[in-house]
């Protein structure tokens, strides 16, 4: 009869304890509900009595409330949390944080497409249509290689728009661009292999290559792209020929055409990022790499990220004929980790045309975007900085003046004023002159625009 009754108190108090660090840490917050007591007594494992001892302990402390047939909540009285959390300080590290902090978007942030601009209702009808559609099979997982609708719609996509000739089984979906380079790397590189990348490039490329451990070959850029030295020892090159990130400059047909014959020579590799290929600010956008590849040596990856939104996670690469057995061995293993709805409502949104309206639309936006940003930079900063016309993209370079300056500096000083900003030498091995990286896309007014710059003046030269 006592264990019987000592095991009762230790389950009371085993709920008590429970309820009262989820509210201590901030996991359980004022006014949220809490489990009924059968509901939770199930998940314990007890009964529903013991459950309702402790609840009726935190009610009595002032932690809990009863609401009837509300259920039970926690006290809206408790307004400071974190007052409850001195019992638990010292076991806990000291830079863990109860609160998870959601992803805060600032002003000229790299990598994001018009947030503003992108087509909500459109999209928000296209999903509710897929899910109420949604049959048995498809409840299943997907197919590790993509679905294969979608697969057919980018091949489609991608000879009308970027003059990419290539079959649907060619074509793998990733969830990103990380996945996407992984998986090339894993089916076409060794541990040996020697990696070109770009310098200045994308800081990623350089760091999932590193944590890879592949061996990597800093080739420069100029204003004609990438410059490729007659006695490369790369095994692959990863380019970006459309708009060299970060530089912006394109490819030249020469440079394109000697590293396609440089591919062939040297039986090698070229991956072509074509990260934001449909936004060109002068004429119409140029053809892929991949357009002129006659050997088969590109693999192509592109992504829905910068077109409509990259928390879609949905990327694509297209890999060589020869090597779509290898590709699919690989998908298998690792999958590509996009759910089946999110691809279904890509491919809607691509077969009833809006894909290519939208494009067509933030090729007009990002032109003006640019121009107002550019206007109105050198009407606020006069002579401290200057940016080059730029023939594509959805950044720009702004240049600082004086060569004696530190970006890294003065990007870290711009980051505590709450506005992005990266220097280029951060996307560099080599000394480079001092510049910003900036992206436009998100500066919807001249108000919005003169108001950030104004903050962006006073953060880096205030007193000059």
Known sequence: MMKGTTAKVLAYKQVYQRIHSAISQGTLKP??????????????????????????????????????????????????????RKTNVDTRQAEFAADIKTAEVLPFQLGLPALDAFPRQTWSRMTARCARNIHTDDLAYPSAHGLPQLRVAIAQYLQLSRGVQCEPAQVFITSGYVCSIKWIANVLFNAQSKIG?????????????????????????????????????ADAIIV???????????????????????AETKNSWIVEDDYDGEYRHVGLPLPALKSID????????????????????????VVPKSKVSA???????????????????????????????????????????????????????????????????????????DP???????????????????????????????????????IRT???CHRLVCRLRDALFEGQ
């Open 197 to 233: 990348i770009e310098d200045p490039g994308y800081p990623l490329t350089r760091q999932v290559l590193k944590n890879s451990h592949f061996n990597i070959i800093s080739i420069p850029v100029d204003e004609d792209g990438i410059k490729l030295p007659t006695n490369t020892q």
């Open 327 to 401: 590709f699919e061995k690989c998908a298998e293993i690792y999958a590509g980790n996009v759910s089946g709805l999110t691809q279904a409502s890509v491919l809607a949104f691509m077969r009833e045309g809006h894909l290519l309206r939208h494009i067509q639309r933030m090729r007009k936006l990002y032109r003006e975007r640019r121009e107002l940003a550019v206007r109105v930079f050198n009407q606020v900063l006069g002579g401290k900085v200057s940016i080059k016309p730029q023939p594509g993209g959805m950044h720009m370079i702004l240049k600082l003046t």
């Open 31 to 84: 006014g949220e509900r809490i489990p009924s007591a059968r509901a939770l007594a199930k998940e314990m494992g007890v009964a529903r009595g013991t459950v309702e001892e402790g609840y009726a302990l935190l009610k009595a402390e002032g932690y809990l409330v009863s609401k009837g047939q509300a259920g039970t909540h926690v006290s809206e009285k408790l307004i400071d949390p974190s007052k409850l």
């Open 404 to 442: 004696n300056i530190d970006d890294l500096v003065f990007s870290n000083k711009m980051m505590n004023a709450g506005l992005f900003s990266q220097g280029l030498s951060q996307w560099s091995s080599k000394p480079v002159h001092p510049s910003l990286i900036l992206s436009f896309t998100n």
């Open 294 to 317: 006659t050997q088969d040596r590109v693999i192509y990856s592109g992504t829905f990220s910068k077109i409509l939104s990259p928390s879609l996670r949905v990327a694509y690469i």
């Open 446 to 448: 001249e108000e919005e």
């Open 240 to 262: 970006t020929p459309a708009h060299q990130s970060p530089t912006c400059v394109s490819l030249s047909l020469q440079r394109r055409q000697a590293l396609l014959d440089w």
